[in-house]
């Protein structure tokens, strides 16, 4: 058989072929005088049970072992750790659909896109943010934290702050502390209602909030710090970095407000 005949009855191309042959997996036959190879039915019985093991998804690595006169792995061994896999990934499809599920059985998905049920929870206690350019600022980094963030630590922050806003009145002093900044989009550094909003801010959070005491306010160590500050009005910004102080203060003091 030519080439394009073996590959025709076997169902592939004879690109394929010629991959296959570059790989190792088929032997290339003799060729012929005029420079033709020519295929036997044992070089399609090879391809095609090459294309079988293909179809049911092994790699051709796997492939390889399976054919590979001194195998490292039987093709049982082989199949086995493929239906294991699969079976991972089927897991993983499941926790995505139910994921899909609840943010379609909300009556209202956050602007900020798709967050986790725990997020969207804390953002349904604090209520509607439209009229506060800071508090929709707000959620839009929490969301980011909540994509970038280790399991262990996206836990623990909305652990602490669902607490802080289910406490009577949590949710009013936020929306008190967005007012507050939302006024200082335009004011100097030195306005006396950045301490005002820091205090207010400072209200609103808990002191286990920070990682460590040691925290940085000033942003001078810390890189993403300073980008952070650089995405606030100057007064926003030094607001929030005596917010800051003020709670590295209170974990020094034992969290006492």
Request: with cysteine; proline share 6%; hydrophobic share 40%.
């Amino acid at each position: 058989m030519r080439i394009g005949e073996l590959a025709g009855a076997v169902g592939v191309t004879t690109r394929t072929v010629r991959h296959y042959h570059h790989l190792g997996l088929l032997p290339e036959p003799e060729r012929l005088g005029n420079g033709y190879r020519d295929y036997t039915l044992r070089h399609a019985v090879v391809l095609a049970r090459i294309r079988r093991l293909t179809e049911l998804g092994l790699g051709l690595a796997e492939v390889r072992d399976v054919l590979a006169e001194d195998a490292g792995k039987d093709l049982a061994e082989v199949l086995t750790e493929l239906d294991e896999d699969l079976a991972r990934q089927e897991a993983a499809i499941r926790r995505r659909r139910e994921r899909l599920r609840a943010l379609l059985e909300r009556e209202e998905l956050p602007a900020e896109g798709p967050v986790s049920p725990e997020l969207a929870a804390l953002f349904g206690e604090v209520g509607p943010v439209s009229d506060s350019p800071m508090a929709a600022k707000d959620r839009e980094i929490l969301a980011m934290l909540d994509t970038t963030a280790s399991p262990e630590a996206r836990e623990q922050l909305i652990g602490l702050l669902g607490a802080t806003f289910n406490t009577p009145g949590g949710a009013e002093r936020a929306r008190a502390a967005y007012s507050l900044l939302d006024a200082l989009v335009d004011a100097d550094t030195d306005d006396p209602r950045v301490d005002e909003a820091a205090r207010a801010l400072a209200a609103c959070l808990p002191a286990e909030l920070l990682p460590t005491a040691a925290v940085d306010p000033d942003g001078s160590h810390d890189s993403f710090l300073r980008a952070f500050y650089a995405d606030f009005a100057p007064a926003q910004a030094e607001a929030i970095r005596r917010t800051l102080r003020i709670l590295a203060e209170q974990q020094e003091d034992g969290g006492t407000p």
